[in-house]
């Protein structure tokens, strides 16, 4: 992804710690089903250096980090940034701690440590564990690089739509992007690559954004249907996928800005629906996804229905990242 350096942050290219993320590739979903209709992608991100599209977002902000000087760093997350922030700080010789709430998927706590964070898990959601991470740090002087909390990550993020636009430029861009929405930072990037694109005269109309989360945990979903201008935050949250149960998301306003800019929308999905995704993909297309990754393509249908992706369009869903570490997992 440092292929487009000169629209990233970091100054000094020696400062980079890269993994050699970035430039997933874009899979075509045979037609089948309800999906039959549409031209149907998948971009798939489960084979990044740590297993999802967090490694993006890390790549960026630690390398600015370090360029800055800074050398202890501290997240909280829900396993897959925890996990990325882990690898690239240990590529880039600065601490980690890493806050995951206590039901987090063990590998991913396994995987903390093997790069060498220090891990503490917290009773409750990503919302406890970021209470207790920004307590907890509060006078070590360790910097907090929580999902739009900073803005280098969004900047990582960022290149997921560069590289939807340099994939598809040769034929046309999809008329929609499905994506899993949790924290939010992928459409609040994606947003932001497209407005540079325009402004750089590469680009004209841009996709529609579409966010998808569970029935049991969608604030995102709610604002968006009530017209409210930020979330607020859902009540006794639930989800089978571990990315997507972000109560209220940080800076909200620049989620819901992306998806209405676009004259995109959201759709929730069941934790069944999702389930059976998980399934449906790796059996009928052989691709490993996460239940968050899995969310678009059971949002599909539900699309169809209601008219927000219509007969004949292109459209492209996000895999957000691999299904290995959910092996077992009894949500699944």
Not at 60 to 79: D, H, Q
Not at 98 to 106: H, W
Request: with cysteine; aromatic share 8%; net charge positive.
């Amino acid at each position: 992804m440092w292929r487009y350096r000169e629209l990233l942050p970091v100054r000094a290219f020696e400062h980079v710690r890269s993994l050699g993320e970035g430039f997933t590739p874009i899979l075509r979903l045979p037609s089948e089903g309800p999906a039959s209709e549409l031209e149907l992608f998948l971009k798939d991100e489960g084979g990044m250096p740590t297993g999802s599209f967090k490694a993006r977002g890390m790549a960026v902000a630690v390398s600015r980090a370090r360029e800055l000087g800074l050398t202890r760093l501290f997240v909280p997350s829900a396993g897959n940034a925890g996990v990325a922030l882990a690898a690239y700080g240990a590529r880039a010789g600065v601490r980690v701690r890493v806050y995951l709430p206590e039901a987090t998927p063990e590998p991913m706590k396994a995987a903390c440590r093997a790069y060498g964070a220090e891990l503490v898990t917290v009773p409750g959601t990503i919302r406890d564990a970021g209470e207790r991470a920004r307590a907890a740090e509060r006078s070590t002087g360790a910097f907090d690089l929580s999902t739009l909390r900073e803005p280098y990550r969004a900047d990582g993020k960022k290149t997921m739509g560069l590289e939807v636009w340099e994939q598809f430029r040769a034929e046309r861009l999809p008329d929609a992007i499905v994506y899993p929405t949790g924290g939010g930072t992928g459409l609040v990037g994606m947003f932001r690559a497209f407005l540079e694109l325009r402004a750089l005269g590469l680009l004209e109309a841009f996709p529609r954004l579409y966010a998808v989360q569970t029935e049991g945990c969608a604030p995102v979903v709610r604002a968006l249907e009530t017209g409210a201008e930020q979330v607020t935050p859902w009540e006794s949250p639930t989800s089978s996928a571990p990315g997507l149960l972000v109560p209220a998301p940080f800076a909200s306003e620049r989620i819901l800005e992306a998806v209405r800019a676009t004259r995109g929308g959201g759709v929730t999905v069941s934790d069944d629906a999702v389930r059976a995704a998980v399934g449906g993909l790796a059996r009928t297309f052989g691709i490993s996804a996460s239940p968050e990754g899995a969310a678009p393509w059971a949002a599909v249908p539900a699309l169809l229905r209601s008219g927000a992706v219509r007969s004949g369009e292109r459209v492209l869903l996000f895999n957000t990242g691999s299904g290995i570490p959910f092996l077992g997992s009894p949500s699944l």
